[in-house]
């Protein structure tokens, strides 16, 4: 008689398939900030809609919800990690150490942002580094920071119009605030040889990062924490006003607002899908395929999540600033046959 080997995983999925159901019967979901906002509307629609109690999300960022994934399986361990990054090999070692031995990646679609102003105002053509300039709070010159002083565009680069900086940015609460600081101020602050200066004058990286980032309380760079709809009627009441916006709503109005370029790239889909334009990047979950068919409506959830109604080019997730993915029916395949990540 041949005895099976039980490894650790295999032991781990046995006590789930166990005791998972009787344990708990709601999706638990961690990780990334920036993909919080869409997914607890997903979860809030998939509650009302399906015979499934509505999943938990929480946040804590990327790193915090990929460490708790890797964990283990099990009831005590989510179900699915958010991400704003792709998973990294140590972490994917991490999970099989732990026994989580098959992840399936989702790739949601993409976290893009576009700077638009006043269908009839100035056109501007934009690089990171004049967004720095413009919005820092300090700026690091001849060895030491002074607070930025500069109050026009043409200030910042003479290639810009003669137009006062007023700039209408998502706020701290928003999922998008984390691309605009990385991708744009960060990038602006690197771009200019400023952070590299820090650096060098013996800042530590840390700091140099924090320095680069800090946007100036003047009144010329103003939060919003709403929807784009409030940044729209900001810029509506202030012609110099250039908006923050996702791509979406920017493309659903374009009687009244124009766009500007980005390093030469003017956003799209295929732009910001392609990783062209500069301020985008792809957004995630991951699947512990262990807890599907054992913790009750984690595939569906998933699959819901990713379907042509939630996160195809005209649904709610789009309206949020999500850019579709144009291989999103590649990406709902890979859910609907539970395909591992290589690897994994």
């Known amino acids: 008689m041949s005895i099976m080997k039980l490894t650790a995983s295999t032991m781990a999925i046995a006590a789930l398939s166990t005791t998972a159901a009787v344990a708990r019967d709601n999706v638990q979901v961690a ?17 009302e809609n ?9 946040s804590g960022g990327s790193s915090a919800g990929l460490k708790r994934f890797c964990e283990g399986v099990g009831e005590n361990t989510i179900d699915i990690a958010n991400a704003s990054r792709a998973m990294r090999d140590t972490e994917v070692e991490a999970c099989a150490a732990a026994g989580v031995e098959e992840i399936i990646e989702v790739r949601i679609g ?11 105002g100035n056109s501007f053509e934009y690089t990171p580094e004049d967004w720095y300039k413009a919005l820092a709070a300090e700026h690091f010159i001849d060895g030491e920071l002074t ?10 680069n003479p290639d810009l119009p003669d137009q006062p ?10 999922g998008t605030r984390e691309v605009f600081e990385e991708k ?11 952070m590299q200066a820090m650096l060098d004058s013996g800042v530590d990286e840390d700091t140099a990062e924090e320095k680069c980032m800090a946007i100036r309380t003047d009144g010329r760079s103003v939060d919003i924490d709403g929807d784009y709809t409030e940044t729209l009627a900001r810029i509506n009441a202030d012609a110099n006003g250039i908006g923050v916006f996702g791509l979406s709503f920017y493309e659903n109005n374009t009687d009244k607002l124009q766009v500007a370029t980005m390093s030469d790239v003017t956003p799209s889909t295929e732009t910001i899908a392609s990783g ?6 792809p957004l995630y979950f991951y699947i512990k395929k262990a807890h599907i068919g054992v913790v009750p409506g984690v595939k569906e959830f998933a699959e819901f999540f990713i379907s042509d109604d939630m996160a195809g080019p005209d649904g709610p997730l789009a309206e949020y600033g999500l850019v579709s993915d144009p291989e999103l029916a590649t990406v709902q395949d890979t859910v609907a046959n539970e395909t591992p990540m290589s690897g994994s």
């Open 276 to 281: 062209e334009y500069p301020v985008s990047r």
């Open 165 to 174: 900086i007023q700039a209408f940015i998502p706020g701290t609460k928003h």
């Open 110 to 120: 993409y976290d893009g942002i576009v700077f638009a102003s006043d269908i009839d």
């Open 31 to 47: 990780g990334s900030s920036t993909v919080l906002p869409y997914a607890s509307i997903v979860a809030e629609v998939f509650g």
């Open 147 to 156: 607070p930025n002083t500069f109050t026009n565009w043409s200030e910042v």
């Open 184 to 194: 744009v101020i960060l990038a602006g602050c690197e771009e200019g040889g400023y």
């Open 50 to 58: 399906f015979d499934f109690p509505t999943p938990v999300i929480e």
